[in-house]
C-alpha cells in the first residue's frame, strides 16, 4: 500500500506570493492533518480534516487555510508569504478521528520563502 | 492545554549502549502519549503510542516507553542502539478534550549513536 504523498517536494517562493501544497493520504484513510515544522518552533498543528471538514485548528494567522476533497486528498494554502513561512510542511493521514488511529505522515514539503 | 517537555537536546552514546530519552507533559485531562522519530529529510514514523492499560509499552526496533502518571512522564528507553538510531525523537501528547489527532510535540532530542 502507497504511504501518504505530499507535492511538491521542494518549493521555493517569493515574499508576498501565495503557495498550495498538496496531500494525498493512504488509500481508505479519511482524516487528514498538516504540521508545520521550523527549526525555532519545532512541530506545530496546523489543521485536521475529516470527511471534508475541518475538525480542528491550530493558532496560526488567517493567512493559513486549507481544504480537504471527497477522495480525502487535501490541500493546504498560504496567502502573502512571508521569510517566516519557510519550514517543513508535513501531512498526516488516518482512517478516522477515533482513538488509536495512528496517524503516518508523508516526507514533507519544503518551503523556503525568499 | 497540553504541553511537553523534552529535557534533552542532544544525547550522545556509544554504540550497543543502553540509552533513555526524557519526555514530561502537562495536562488537566486524559491524555494520549506517543514518541516519534525522523531521520533527516523524511517525515516522522511512529515507534509506539500509550492510550490506557499497561504503562509500560513496547514499539518498534526494540524500543519501549514507561507512563508514569504521578511523575507525569513518558520516557523512552533502548537497552542496546546501533548506529541506525541516529536520528532526532519527538515526545507527543494528545488530550480527550482537543481531539485524538491533535498532537502536541515536545522540542525533540537528537539522538547521536557512535561506534
Known amino acids: 500500500k502507497a504511504g501518504v504523498t505530499q507535492t511538491p517536494r521542494y518549493l521555493i517562493k517569493t515574499r508576498g506570493q501565495q503557495v498550495t501544497l498538496s496531500c494525498s493520504p493512504i488509500s481508505g484513510h479519511r482524516s487528514v492533518s498538516w504540521y508545520q515544522q521550523t527549526p525555532g518552533q519545532g512541530l506545530q498543528f496546523l489543521f485536521e480534516y475529516f470527511s471534508e471538514t475541518q475538525r480542528n485548528k491550530g493558532n496560526f494567522p488567517g493567512r493559513f487555510s486549507g481544504r480537504q476533497f471527497s477522495n480525502s486528498r487535501s490541500e493546504m494554502n498560504v496567502s502573502t508569504l512571508e521569510l517566516g513561512d519557510s519550514a517543513l510542511y508535513l501531512c498526516?493521514?488516518?482512517?478516522?478521528?477515533?482513538?488509536?488511529?495512528?496517524?503516518?505522515f508523508g516526507p514533507g514539503t519544503r518551503l523556503t520563502v525568499t | 492545554a497540553q504541553s511537553v517537555t523534552q529535557l534533552d537536546s542532544q544525547v550522545p552514546v556509544f554504540e550497543e549502549a543502553p540509552v533513555e530519552l526524557r519526555c514530561n507533559y502537562s495536562?488537566?485531562?486524559?491524555?494520549?502519549l506517543f514518541w516519534y522519530v525522523q531521520y533527516p529529510n523524511q517525515g516522522l514514523q511512529l515507534l509506539l503510542k500509550?492510550?490506557?492499560?499497561?504503562?509500560l509499552v513496547k514499539g518498534i526496533n526494540g524500543f519501549e516507553a514507561e507512563f508514569n502518571k504521578s511523575q507525569t512522564s513518558f520516557h523512552l528507553r533502548k537497552p542496546s542502539v546501533h548506529i541506525s538510531d541516529t536520528a532526532e525523537y519527538f515526545c507527543a501528547v494528545s488530550g480527550s478534550n482537543t481531539g485524538f489527532q491533535k498532537l502536541v510535540f515536545g522540542t525533540g532530542t537528537r539522538l547521536l549513536v557512535s561506534p
Open positions: 500509550y492510550l490506557s492499560g499497561s504503562t
Open positions: 498526516a493521514s488516518s482512517l478516522g478521528p477515533g482513538i488509536g488511529n495512528e496517524q503516518y
Open positions: 495536562s488537566s485531562v486524559s491524555v494520549y
